[in-house]
């Protein structure tokens, strides 16, 4: 087992953070097929705030072994902002999921690759080589040849869709800083405790009763939620965010899948395309992360 975590350990932090992103946003994807499977019958807000409840469930057991000190940080204020962002993307991002083609939601998502370099350019004042700039853009391209806009038909959930994105990126950003000041478990525990508050009166107000195979769903996507956290900090921690935000086009293809597995949703000569383009500048991305490293 040693040698395997020092092999681990010797490979590059943006290779180590791109792999971890892989296993995170299939997580991620995970959890949003059962949310759009149960947000059929429960309202999206309810789904948020028993699954925050799950979560801080899960982490309770860190938080009493560190109760001195899980909460002290000397940037609350981003601890604040982190949740603050996370509350818009989740009710607009999950909305659209339920609402829309789960592939055609994650398509749309992707334009937070192109909003987390500019934000990540701006405020972390990351550099961007050419090489890099042309694999993010081509697989931008590739998300728009999955959705092929068309401003007549454009509606409420796409933009839903494209606000959650924008606030994404905001997350990565504030991500990238507070990982490198607070441990994950400060990180989490702020993150639960805020966003539970928040959905508390909204949910009062809109309560349904799930019936067992939807409680059984929700503590499921409360698990995955908590295991996504901790592996999207894990991964900003150790790599840069302009660096490895692009792995996680990787999503499409895992929604496309489950898409077609669970909700009967065929992927289009538009998806099929976009696909092969995104997977191209996936692997070009991840080609780039193990050279960019030593050459540095």
Same mark, same amino acid.
């Given at each position: ?37 149960? +947000? ?52 607009? +991002? ?203």
């Amino acid at each position: 087992m040693q040698i395997y975590f020092q092999r681990w350990q010797a490979q590059p932090s943006n290779v180590r953070g791109s792999l971890i992103i892989l296993i995170a946003s299939l997580a991620s994807v995970a959890m949003s097929s059962l949310i759009k499977h149960v +947000g059929q019958t429960i309202p999206v807000v309810e789904i948020l705030f028993i699954r925050q409840v799950l979560v801080l469930m899960v982490i309770l057991p860190v938080i009493f072994r560190n109760l001195g000190t899980v909460f002290k940080s000397s940037v609350y204020g981003l601890h604040f902002l982190r949740a603050s962002l996370s509350i818009i993307a989740m009710y607009t +991002g999950f909305t659209a999921v339920v609402n829309m083609p789960l592939a055609e939601v994650t398509a749309i998502n992707f334009v937070r690759i192109l909003f987390t370099t500019i934000l990540a350019i701006i405020f972390l004042k990351e550099i961007i080589g050419m090489r890099r700039w042309s694999s993010i853009i081509i697989g931008f391209i590739g998300v728009l040849v999955i959705i092929h806009p068309d401003p007549d038909n454009i509606n409420i959930y796409a933009l839903m869709a494209i606000i959650s994105a924008l606030f994404v990126s905001g997350i990565n950003i504030v991500m990238r800083t507070l990982s490198q000041i607070d441990n994950p478990s400060t990180i989490m525990a702020f993150q639960s405790v805020f966003v539970a508050l928040v959905m508390a009166g909204p949910t009062w107000f809109q309560w349904v009763m799930p019936n067992l195979g939807e409680m059984m769903c929700i503590l499921m996507i409360g698990t995955l939620m908590a295991l996504m956290q901790w592996l999207f900090i894990q991964a900003y921690k150790v790599g840069e965010a302009a660096a490895i935000a692009p792995m996680e086009y990787v999503r499409l293809l895992y929604a496309g899948a489950i898409g077609i597995i669970f909700f009967a949703e065929i992927p289009t000569v538009w998806t099929l395309s976009g696909a092969a383009i995104i997977i191209a500048s996936t692997l070009y991305t991840l080609h780039r992360n193990a050279v960019r490293t030593p050459q540095k």
